[in-house]
C-alpha cells in the first residue's frame, strides 16, 4: 500500500501540467465574471438619470417657465419663448446628459428670426424626472407631448424640430417618427450596436469592441425595451418630414459612415451638411455663422414658404470628396 500510494504520489509530480487545464479554466471564469460584474456596473452609469438643478430662466430671453403633464410619461420641464412672428415654431431637443440649457444658443438666432421656440428637458435629464436614460425610445414619448403642446398652443402654425445627439434619436424613435413640418438632426446614431461599440473603441481601443456584447445585452433587463427599438436607420426610412442632417466630419462617436447612411436612408426632401474638423460636439458653437446661415435657410424653405413638400434639396458639404463618394455609394 505505501508502495502504491508512493508511485502515485511519484505519478502526480512527474506530470504537473496535467493540472493546468484546471487552472486556467478557473482562471478564465474569474476574468470573464469580474469583466462581467465591471460591465454591469458601466451599463448602470450609462443609463442612470442626469437629474440637474437648470435654475432661473434666461433673463436674455422672454423665456417664461412650463411643466407639460403627459399621461404615459414624466412631467416635462421646459421654456416656451413666444415668436414676434405668427409663421412657425422650433422645438429644441438637447443631448445625452445635457438639458435645455444646451440649446440656449440655438434659441436665440431662431427667435431673433421671428419663430416661437420650446426647449424641453428629456425624461431623466435636468428637472425632468425620470429612472433612466433610454437612448430615444422612451423619450421619443417626450417629443410626442411636446409638439402635441405647441400645436395647442400655436393651431396653424409651422412646427420645427432641431434634434442633437439623443434628441435627433428620440426624434425619429417613436412608433412613427416625430410629425414636423422640418427637421434638423444632430450627430445621431445609426444603431445602438454602432454606438456601444464606438464609445468602447474609444476608451478601450479595438478590443472594446468585442466588449460590446456584454452592454448590449443589458438593454432589455434594464431599459424594458430591446435592441430593436433602437434603430435610427431603420426608423428614418418612415420619416416624412424635410431632412437637413448635420454630421461632423471627425465624429468618433458617431462617425461619419452612420451618418451618410442614414442620410442615404431618409424619404427626399433631404439635405446633408458635414462640418469639416468637428467632433462629437455643439456644432452650432463650432461653426455659428454656417450653422445658423444653414438651418433657417431651411427653416425659412419648409416652414415660412409653406409650399407643399418639393423636389430633394441640393446636398452640401465641407469636404466635397467624402459626398461625391456618398453620392456615387447610392
Do not use: C
Not at 421656440?117 to 410626442?144: C, N
Not at 430633394?312 to 459626398?323: D, E, G, S
Request: hydrophobic share 45%.
Amino acid at each position: 500500500m505505501k508502495a502504491a500510494a508512493t508511485a502515485s504520489s511519484w505519478a502526480r509530480s512527474a506530470h504537473p501540467t496535467s493540472r493546468w487545464p484546471g487552472y486556467t479554466l478557473a482562471l478564465a471564469a474569474i476574468i470573464v465574471t469580474l469583466a462581467g460584474t465591471a460591465l454591469w456596473i458601466v451599463g448602470g452609469r450609462l443609463v442612470a438619470p442626469n437629474p440637474t438643478l437648470v435654475g432661473a430662466r434666461s433673463a436674455q430671453l422672454d423665456t417664461q417657465t412650463l411643466r407639460i403633464t403627459q399621461l404615459d410619461g414624466p412631467t416635462l420641464a421646459g421654456w416656451f419663448i413666444p415668436g414676434t412672428q405668427p409663421d412657425g415654431a422650433v422645438l429644441l431637443l438637447h443631448g445625452l446628459r445635457a438639458d435645455r440649457r444646451q440649446m440656449l444658443g440655438r434659441a436665440r438666432f431662431l427667435h431673433a428670426a421671428g419663430y416661437a421656440v420650446l426647449m424641453i428637458d428629456l425624461q431623466a435629464h435636468g428637472e425632468t424626472p425620470g429612472t433612466h436614460i433610454g437612448f430615444g425610445r422612451p423619450e421619443s414619448r417626450d417629443v410626442r407631448s411636446a409638439i402635441v403642446w405647441l400645436r395647442k398652443r400655436l393651431p396653424d402654425q409651422p412646427i420645427g424640430v432641431i434634434g442633437v445627439s439623443l434628441g435627433g434619436a428620440a426624434a425619429l424613435l417613436g412608433d412613427t417618427p416625430v410629425d414636423a413640418d422640418a427637421l434638423v438632426l444632430e450627430s445621431v446614431y445609426s444603431s445602438i450596436e454602432h454606438a456601444v461599440e464606438n464609445r468602447l473603441a474609444l476608451h478601450l481601443g479595438a478590443v472594446g469592441r468585442h466588449l460590446a456584447p456584454l452592454l448590449l445585452w443589458q438593454i432589455e433587463p434594464r431599459l424594458g425595451i430591446s435592441s430593436a427599438q433602437l434603430q435610427p436607420l431603420q426608423a428614418i426610412a418612415k420619416l416624412q418630414s424635410p431632412l437637413l442632417l448635420i454630421a461632423g466630419s471627425d465624429d468618433r462617436r458617431t462617425v461619419l459612415a452612420e451618418s451618410l447612411a442614414l442620410f442615404k436612408r431618409a424619404p427626399a426632401p433631404k439635405k446633408l451638411w458635414i462640418v469639416a474638423g468637428a467632433t462629437h460636439q455643439d456644432l452650432h458653437r463650432h461653426s455659428p455663422q454656417r450653422y445658423e446661415a444653414t438651418v433657417l435657410a431651411f427653416l425659412q424653405r419648409f416652414l415660412r414658404s409653406r409650399n407643399p413638400r418639393p423636389n430633394p434639396l441640393p446636398a452640401t458639404t465641407a469636404n466635397a470628396q467624402v459626398f461625391s463618394q456618398a453620392t456615387a455609394a447610392s
